[in-house]
């Protein structure tokens, strides 16, 4: 069993900045491919980042590359999203997810475990 704890979201300018941690327990983590999905209000839930379980490989979606990175630190069973130059439509509540598996993917149906989301809030 994993557990996820997101936090570090909040309101911010457009332009702003915001770094996102999710806080994992369960020692499977250290083995677990992650990603940050989000869902905008009336939307369907979408990818955001995915990073695999050693940091070898990361992807990130067109509408966030160049803007965000996503990093983890195993030691510490968190994983991060440092989002910048943020716009009004990065408005969404965003979730971390843990795989069971290895490498990193970007369909959510991969992931097992899900936390339960930190809002995130674009002023324009």
């Known amino acids: 069993q994993v557990q996820l704890v997101e936090s570090g979201g909040g309101l911010v300018q457009a332009g702003g900045s915001l770094r996102l941690s999710c806080a994992a327990s369960?020692?499977?983590?250290?083995?677990?491919?992650m990603g940050w999905f989000r869902q905008a209000p009336g939307k369907e839930r979408e990818f955001v980042a995915t990073i695999s379980w050693n940091a070898g490989y990361t992807y990130y979606a067109d509408s966030v590359k160049g803007r965000c990175t996503i990093s983890r630190d195993n030691a510490k069973n968190t994983v991060y999203l440092q989002m910048n130059s943020l716009k009004p439509e990065d408005t969404a509540v965003y979730y971390c997810?843990?795989?069971?598996?290895?490498?990193?993917?970007?369909?959510?149906?991969?992931?097992?475990?899900w936390g339960q989301g930190t809002q995130v809030t674009v002023s324009s």
């Open positions: 369960g020692r499977t983590f250290s083995r677990s491919a």
């Open positions: 997810a843990a795989s069971l598996a290895l490498v990193a993917s970007l369909i959510p149906e991969e992931y097992e475990y």
